[in-house]
């Protein structure tokens, strides 16, 4: 059986909220992948034009300007060149808090990327989102970035709503309030 042509993301439900996981390992060394994360020229490559002020509270500005969408965040939690969370929304919506998490392999690095959403929002479009930035950012950090993979995103999230479908279908029903 052939790998899939897109990143495994683990769901995991809960009653308000709905959490996907990345893990991918990089060739690269630890600081070259947070700069990726980090950096406003790396990021420009991979994700959006944008700046990142590297403190709990500082601002996250991310404009993904064909999209019309405009990041507009806060750092929640950072740990340089270990750890960094802010949300993914635009302003007026719902928290998405997105966490980096990076470990050290030898003179590999293991990025972990978990992002949450409401439960009521398309879990599997907005993983396959990310799959597709993840392998925006895997050609950045090889020296030959890439445009939005629209494809691997097409694919990704036809597969992501079927197991997150697999999921809620298999997952224990509450009672009904008496």
Request: glycine share 6%; net charge negative.
């Amino acid at each position: 059986m052939s790998e899939p042509a897109y990143l495994t993301a683990r769901f995991t439900l809960q009653p308000e909220t709905t959490a996907t996981e990345f893990r991918l390992t990089f060739d690269n060394h630890l600081e070259e992948v947070w700069a990726a994360l980090t950096e406003p020229g790396w990021l420009a490559k991979w994700l959006a034009p944008g700046e990142i002020d590297l403190r709990v509270g500082g601002t996250v500005r991310l404009d993904f300007g064909e999209s019309g969408a405009t990041i507009d965040s806060r750092v929640t939690a950072l740990e340089p060149h270990r750890l960094l969370e802010y949300s993914w929304s635009i302003p007026g919506e719902p928290p998405r808090p997105l966490r980096w998490e990076l470990e050290p392999i030898g003179p590999t690095t293991r990025l972990t990327l978990r992002l949450t959403i409401a439960a009521n929002e398309d879990a599997g479009r907005a993983a396959a989102g990310w799959a597709a930035h993840l392998e925006m950012l895997q050609a950045a950090l090889l020296g030959a970035p890439v445009k939005f993979p629209f494809e691997v995103f097409r694919m990704a999230r036809d597969a992501y709503r079927e197991q997150v479908a697999d999921l809620r279908a298999k997952a224990p029903r509450a009672p009904a309030p008496a």
